[in-house]
């Protein structure tokens, strides 16, 4: 059974550091994986998408790589602002998207001013 | 843009309650899906469908059923509700590749 694993739990830095999130799944055979945002007491928002065929994905200050063959995902956030405190949620999708996703517990993120 | 709305934001009902929980998708979706999010637990998948009038158990269907009677609507219905059912409810649709969430719905069963 495919598990998600995200380290750290929880992470506190000073604005304007760069940082990065982790991501670890136990089966390789992904269709592909999806970084959320989740801000509290509401719905993901989703940040990234990345085809198994594919090694990163960039938008804006985001940018999220993949290593399937080791069961990896990174998200780097440039130049980290107070807005981007939020949980972070990577989920991988094993049917192609008509299966439902298996999530990690997430990255609890908080942006000192 | 991809809206997916759901029925309630906060619901609080008794136990024994049939309650029912409403998503709507705008972007002609052919997959629907429900989780649940608890504190340490995570997400994880109740039930999905990827048709109308066709519905799977996800990983912990027990204490569910759910209805797709039209392409845009899917319920989640909890027949009997109780207290351990107590939990923030997720809806999500997508085509292929990508899922899309709703604003979620916070129960809670007293």
């Known amino acids: 059974k495919q598990e998600v694993t995200q380290i750290p739990a929880a992470l506190s830095v000073p604005e304007g550091e760069n940082l990065v999130l982790n991501c670890s799944f136990t089966d390789s055979a992904i269709y592909n994986l999806q970084w959320f945002r989740q801000d509290p007491g509401k719905g993901l928002t989703s940040l990234l998408l990345i085809q198994s065929s594919q090694r990163e994905q960039t938008s804006g200050r985001l940018n999220a790589s993949l290593d399937k063959s080791s069961g990896r995902s990174t998200l780097y956030i440039a130049a980290s602002q107070p807005g981007d405190s939020a949980t972070y949620l990577c989920?991988?999708?094993?049917?192609?998207?008509?299966?439902?996703?298996?999530f990690g517990k997430g990255t609890h993120l908080i942006i000192q001013p | 843009d991809v809206k997916v709305t759901q029925s309630s934001r906060y619901l609080v009902k008794r136990t024994g309650e049939k309650v029912f929980l409403e998503c709507v998708q705008d972007m002609d979706h052919e997959n629907m899906f429900w989780y649940r999010q608890d504190p340490g637990l995570g997400l994880r998948l109740i039930y999905f469908s990827y048709d109308v009038k066709m519905k799977e158990k996800g990983d912990i269907p027990e204490g569910y059923s759910v209805s797709r009677e039209k392409k845009e609507r899917f319920s989640l219905i909890l027949e009997s509700a109780s207290t351990n059912q107590t939990s923030m409810y997720l809806c999500?649709?997508?085509?292929?590749?990508?899922?899309?969430f709703g604003p979620g719905t916070r129960l809670t069963v007293l």
């Open positions: 999500a649709s997508g085509a292929w590749n990508e899922q899309f």
């Open positions: 989920a991988v999708s094993v049917g192609g998207g008509a299966d439902g996703l298996t």
